[in-house]
């Protein structure tokens, strides 16, 4: 069991745990009064790249949730940040929305759709046979190529939705290149998830709905892990994989109760 109560720091993930879509999910309004009333530090972690934490923000807000813009951190400013580290200066050529083009440029990172260091894939509306065919070529010719995020899929109001892991797959298929992801379960993404939040990993506890990303990346952390099954993962796929979450519930309002009713007794 999990001292919820006694955590100082919660990174939780969005789609699937906080909503479908533009679809907010029961009891999350209950488990954010609850991490403020509770004096938790919290950050919301998302592999999806293509939101600006800003743009969650307000998404949040319209859903009816007050969320300050530091409370997130996204897989494109995990990639800016593994970018900036690796090839100060370096060009790309990118597939992907505003949250990552921005977090690429933040960084110094400037656009190159001739001789880019790297080609790097997001989830992006501008997805095409075009655009892969471009990328496809520019890896042949020695670009690198990454990924903001390992995940095959996401949930969406009425299903799921490809993500970037099978986005890049074309790519890799028609290049024989693999490419390096920089969000979960990448433990660099993680690491700098507890250093915002100001907690060792002993202290923090990793909330997600996927055993694949979430849960995995807390455990090898040294997080306690919750896995919430109101998004990918279900009772059956847990019976899947090797290792276990430190919890499993039906959603994050269920977070409240388990710790009201620990401190009650």
Same mark, same amino acid.
């Given at each position: 069991?999990?001292?919820?109560?006694?955590?100082?720091?919660?990174?939780?993930?969005?789609?699937?745990?906080?909503?479908?879509?533009?679809?907010?999910?029961?009891?999350?309004?209950?488990?954010?009064?609850?991490?403020?009333?509770? *004096?938790?530090?919290?950050?919301?972690?998302?592999?999806?790249?293509?939101?600006?934490?800003?743009?969650?923000?307000?998404?949040?807000?319209?859903?009816?949730?007050?969320?300050?813009?530091?409370?997130?951190?996204?897989?494109? &400013?995990?990639?800016?940040?593994?970018?900036?580290?690796?090839?100060?200066?370096?060009?790309?050529?990118?597939?992907?929305?505003?949250?990552?083009?921005?977090?690429?440029?933040?960084?110094?990172?400037?656009?190159?759709?001739?001789?880019?260091?790297?080609?790097?894939?997001?989830?992006?509306?501008?997805?095409?046979? @075009?655009?892969?065919?471009?990328?496809?070529?520019?890896?042949?010719?020695?670009?690198?190529?990454?990924?903001?995020?390992? @995940?095959?899929?996401?949930?969406?109001? *009425?299903?799921? %939705?490809?993500?970037? $892991? %099978?986005?890049?797959?074309?790519?890799?298929?028609?290049?024989?290149?693999?490419?390096?992801?920089?969000?979960?379960?990448?433990?660099?993404?993680?690491?700098?998830?507890?250093?915002? &939040?100001?907690?060792?990993?002993?202290?923090?506890?990793?909330?997600?709905?996927?055993?694949?990303?979430?849960?995995?990346?807390?455990?090898?952390?040294?997080?306690?892990?919750?896995?919430?099954?109101?998004?990918?993962?279900? $009772?059956?796929?847990?019976?899947?994989?090797?290792?276990?979450?430190?919890?499993?519930?039906?959603?994050?309002? @269920?977070?409240?109760?388990?710790?009201?009713? %620990?401190?009650?007794?």
């Amino acid at each position: 069991m999990i001292d919820i109560n006694g955590m100082k720091g919660f990174i939780c993930d969005m789609d699937g745990v906080i909503y479908h879509g533009n679809r907010i999910l029961a009891g999350v309004d209950r488990f954010i009064h609850w991490l403020k009333e509770s *004096d938790k530090q919290y950050l919301f972690l998302t592999n999806n790249s293509s939101y600006t934490p800003r743009e969650l923000q307000q998404k949040l807000a319209r859903m009816g949730l007050d969320v300050g813009q530091e409370h997130f951190y996204t897989s494109a &400013l995990a990639t800016a940040a593994f970018l900036k580290e690796q090839a100060p200066g370096c060009s790309v050529y990118v597939i992907g929305e505003a949250g990552l083009l921005n977090a690429l440029y933040d960084v110094g990172i400037t656009m190159n759709d001739v001789n880019p260091d790297y080609v790097v894939v997001g989830e992006g509306r501008g997805y095409s046979l @075009d655009t892969i065919t471009k990328a496809t070529n520019l890896v042949l010719h020695g670009a690198k190529l990454i990924g903001a995020n390992s @995940d095959v899929s996401g949930p969406i109001e *009425d299903g799921i %939705a490809p993500a970037c $892991r %099978a986005l890049v797959a074309p790519i890799e298929m028609a290049t024989g290149v693999k490419a390096y992801f920089c969000g979960k379960p990448n433990p660099l993404m993680m690491r700098t998830g507890l250093r915002i &939040l100001g907690c060792h990993s002993g202290e923090a506890v990793m909330v997600g709905d996927r055993m694949d990303t979430d849960v995995i990346s807390g455990l090898e952390c040294g997080m306690s892990t919750i896995l919430v099954l109101s998004g990918i993962s279900t $009772r059956e796929t847990l019976k899947e994989y090797a290792y276990r979450p430190g919890l499993v519930l039906d959603g994050v309002g @269920d977070i409240v109760d388990v710790a009201r009713k %620990a401190a009650g007794s």
